[in-house]
């Protein structure tokens, strides 16, 4: 499993020459990239990121394949971009893919309180928090975090307090159309 910290390593080796566990050089990795680092890769259970770009760690695509719900059969994909002042703010995230859900825009605007960088509850972003915890909420988004009762796209909402297996319906037309 490739993580981004033996990619940071491995590129390290590459650019000064040296190989991977040999004394540091004067080459320094950025205090973001270092954070980034932290943990392991950022795959998780139905989750998968990958990478359009391998020099920009900050910058990746994450493919979330729901295993129950509403959304089972699909594959979301998401952009996140991890600012330079990460960790003290969240990362930018937008949803690529186009879908009818309660807290997601069709436009890919994303309402999930960790990724507020202002909360007055205390859920919003914290400099504790990990790029995991922005991959389980999105992932968490299409189960346990699903809500309609503080929804950003009402007309969906509104839809599935109508009418339940309309708006079954109509997630798996979506689906169908642009998930898979």
Avoid at 101 to 113: A, K
Wanted: proline share 6%.
């Amino acid at each position: 499993m490739l993580t981004l910290a033996s990619k940071l390593k491995r590129d390290d080796a590459g650019k000064t020459g040296r190989a991977p566990g040999a004394p540091e050089s004067t080459h320094r990795i950025s205090i973001r990239d270092r954070l980034l680092t932290k943990g392991t890769a950022v795959i998780m259970g139905t989750c998968k990121a990958s990478f359009p770009d391998e020099d920009k760690l900050h910058h990746f695509q994450l493919a979330v394949s729901p295993d129950e719900g509403y959304y089972q059969s699909g594959k979301f994909h998401f952009e996140i971009d991890v600012p330079e002042a990460y960790n003290m703010v969240p990362p930018k995230v937008r949803c690529l893919t186009r879908i009818w859900h309660p807290n997601i825009t069709e436009n890919g605007e994303i309402c999930l309180s960790l990724l507020r960088e202002h909360s007055i509850d205390g859920t919003g972003w914290a400099p504790t928090r990990t790029l995991k915890d922005v991959v389980w909420g999105l992932n968490s988004l299409f189960t346990d975090l699903l809500n309609f009762d503080d929804p950003l796209n009402i007309d969906a909402a509104e839809h599935h307090l109508r009418d339940k297996e309309d708006f079954r319906s109509k997630v798996q037309d979506y689906i169908k159309s642009y998930a898979r």
